[in-house]
């Protein structure tokens, strides 16, 4: 599909959903009894792919990558549920492992490069800017893409920011105000309304689709 037609709605055993902005493709494929969204990003200069979470169905997962050369993979969190594939695409790949030192002992394999807030990661020519969101798990992150001209900002949030509210905090209320925080401080603090939001479950949203009820999700706690 191409950007005008990008909904990002997609579902388990459906296609992938495919964006070809201005330097970077992005392409969206729904896994698992958990519905985990992975998202492989591509750079259109030089072909280099990163796979943001190998959350589950291998084979899948490498059916959409498919020829693209993914040197690197992100996991956004140490939950089961967004790396069951890793071993298997780190094997396949030689991909360098990314996440975050707070949840890498979590992961099966091991992390070849821990990253904290304000660190970058490389897709070919294109850069990733890694910020720390606490609260969902100690070492949760998202990844900020801002693109050229024309291309406009992309965030892909894991499993801290969602349509309709912030991620699952066990109804920890040092948790939920912790990760609240954060991604009013480090996401729509810093980021325009125009934000294309890619969770780690369901539908997409924007930044400023989600800006008036940060009050809201303050006062019911969740």
């Known amino acids: 599909m191409s950007a005008q037609t990008y909904t990002g709605d997609v579902e388990v055993g459906g296609p992938a959903d495919t964006r070809e902005l201005p330097g970077l493709t992005i392409t969206k494929l729904a896994v698992s009894e958990m519905a ?22 291998a084979p899948a997962l490498l059916a959409m990558i498919g020829d693209a050369g993914v040197r690197t993979v992100v996991t956004t969190h140490g939950h089961w549920d967004h790396h069951r594939a890793l071993p298997e695409i780190v094997e396949a790949t030689g991909a360098e492992t990314v ?30 800017e890694v910020v720390h969101l606490r609260g969902h798990t100690p070492g949760s992150i998202a990844l900020v893409w801002r693109g050229p001209e024309g291309a406009g900002t992309h965030v892909f949030t894991g499993d801290s920011l969602f349509p309709g509210g912030v991620g699952n905090t066990q109804q920890d209320p040092e948790r939920f105000t912790s990760l609240v925080d954060d991604v009013e401080a480090r996401l729509f603090g810093t980021l325009p309304d125009e934000t294309w939001v890619y969770p780690g479950h369901g539908r997409d949203t924007t930044i400023g689709a989600e800006r008036p009820h940060l009050a809201e999700w303050r006062e019911r706690g969740w």
Do not use: F, I, K, M
């Open 99 to 128: 996440a975050h030192p707070a949840d890498a002992t979590d992961l099966p394999v091991p992390v070849s490069r821990p990253v904290e807030h304000g660190d970058t990661v490389p897709v070919g020519d294109q850069t990733l």
């Open 36 to 57: 985990n969204n992975a998202y492989l990003l591509t750079a259109t200069a030089t072909g280099e792919s990163l796979l943001v979470d190998a959350a589950a169905d």
